[in-house]
């Protein structure tokens, strides 16, 4: 088949997504492009992938004038690509690839990939609305990376809605002694003791994150002090904004009363080192389809403790604490059990372990994805 991905902004779980998918099914034999901002491409390297081609389109975040040039520009690149499958993923991308589809005379299957869900207010609310009906209902087939956003589109009227999980790349195994140097070597920056309990959450300090909540949590925590030291430490990029409030806050707590440290690390190249090396992973976000890197942690076994938005609780199961959104109390509570009772978080690690050994990977969501297609375009394929 020839199959064209488009593909908006992205640095995290749905470019390395795309990527995935690309580079499968191009090993698998089919013609894969790939249409996208240059810089998604420089982060991802989809034009350094054997078997496919780049087609740049600088999508912006907004609707405005410039999608008229959009347009143009997209219909273009379908037209050097020839597909039969278009496979658009996310809000803007879907937008504009069923504006141009609109526009050609012969049209390849159009396929959507819903990753969030769309949380404007107001006008803002109402005009997402009405393109989640456009994109639901124009779309030959749509994809949720949850059951929820699933759902969501059959409400909407789309004609064919199914689940398929975004897959979290295969984790490297870290060694118990790689571990034990990482959390020395932290405890030596940040200055807290080797023994300290250490509270890792992976993800850009952004508002869907809701790194707020995890600094009410740590205060509550502070005030209880039983659990010994306890130190919480946050890798990703970051909304400089977000970042500003999340520490003003912070310090703000921490002018108050005792708290545990939070320390901020940045991007970080040494997830997998991190991870292996902190007792509890925890997931604060309003909101997550599928988590990536929540799919890591159950592969690399960590007592979890994490939101049941999106898809998190059925992703989660039993192999983890499961909280409601918002509610700092029932985290600090699930944290302050944890502290005092290893035997508790070597048993949700082996549950999380467990769970995560029958997750799907990469290559067979790809084979998945490819028998959906072959679905839609089934006396074009061979």
């Given at each position: ?6 593909i ?6 749905v470019g390395?997504?795309v990527?995935a998918l ?8 089919h013609?894969?492009g ?12 989809f ?7 780049f087609g740049?389109l600088?999508?912006g975040?907004?609707i405005g004038?410039?999608?008229?040039a ?6 273009t690149?379908?037209?050097?690509f ?8 996310g ?11 609109r526009?050609l ?5 159009f396929?959507l990939?819903l990753?969030?869900q769309?949380s404007?207010q ?9 393109v ?10 749509v ?10 589109a059959r409400?909407?009227g789309?004609?064919t809605a199914r689940?398929?999980?975004a897959?979290a790349?295969?984790v ?7 571990a034990?140097?990482t ?8 200055d807290?003791?080797p ?13 869907q ?5 995890l600094?009410r949590a740590l ?10 030291e306890i ?11 977000v970042?500003?409030?999340v ?18 690390l940045?991007?970080?190249?040494d ?13 604060t ?14 592969m690399?076994g960590k007592a979890?403790?994490?939101t049941?938005t999106g898809g998190?609780?059925?992703l ?15 985290f ?29 990977d ?12 072959t679905?839609l375009?089934p006396?074009?394929?061979?």
């Amino acid at each position: 088949m020839r199959i064209v991905f488009t593909i908006g902004t992205s640095t995290g779980g749905v470019g390395t997504h795309v990527h995935a998918l690309a580079r499968d099914l191009a090993a698998a034999g089919h013609e894969i492009g790939v249409i996208g901002p240059a810089a998604t491409d420089e982060h991802f390297g989809f034009s350094l992938l054997p078997g496919v081609r780049f087609g740049v389109l600088e999508l912006g975040t907004g609707i405005g004038a410039s999608d008229a040039a959009l347009v143009r520009r997209q219909r273009t690149l379908l037209r050097s690509f020839s597909p039969q499958i278009v496979h658009a993923h996310g809000f803007r991308a879907g937008l504009i690839t069923l504006l141009t589809l609109r526009t050609l005379k012969t049209r390849p299957k159009f396929v959507l990939s819903l990753h969030n869900q769309a949380s404007g207010q107001g006008l803002r609310g109402r005009v997402e609305t009405r393109v989640e009906t456009m994109l639901a209902r124009g779309a030959d087939l749509v994809l949720g990376a949850s059951t929820d956003l699933v759902d969501r589109a059959r409400e909407l009227g789309a004609q064919t809605a199914r689940f398929l999980p975004a897959a979290a790349p295969e984790v490297t195994p870290v060694s118990a002694e790689a571990a034990a140097t990482t959390r020395s070597s932290l405890a030596e920056e940040f200055d807290f003791a080797p023994g300290a309990l250490i509270v890792l959450a992976v993800g850009r300090v952004a508002k869907q994150k809701n790194y707020p909540m995890l600094v009410r949590a740590l205060a509550r925590l502070g005030e209880e002090n039983h659990q010994g030291e306890i130190v919480a430490l946050i890798a990703g990029a970051a909304d400089e904004e977000v970042l500003a409030d999340v520490r003003a806050q912070y310090d703000d707590a921490a002018a108050a009363s005792a708290i545990p440290a939070l320390h901020f690390l940045g991007p970080r190249d040494d997830i997998a080192e991190l991870a292996a090396a902190a007792d509890i992973y925890a997931l604060t976000s309003v909101w997550e389809a599928r988590a990536l890197v929540l799919q890591e942690a159950l592969m690399t076994g960590k007592a979890i403790v994490a939101t049941a938005t999106g898809g998190s609780a059925e992703l989660v199961g039993d192999a983890g604490i499961l909280i409601d959104h918002d509610d700092d109390a029932a985290f600090a509570a699930a944290v302050a059990e944890l502290a005092i009772d290893p035997a508790r978080r070597a048993e949700l690690g082996a549950r999380a372990r467990a769970r995560g050994a029958e997750l799907p990977d990469e290559r067979e969501v790809a084979e998945e994805l490819a028998g959906l297609y072959t679905e839609l375009v089934p006396a074009q394929v061979g």
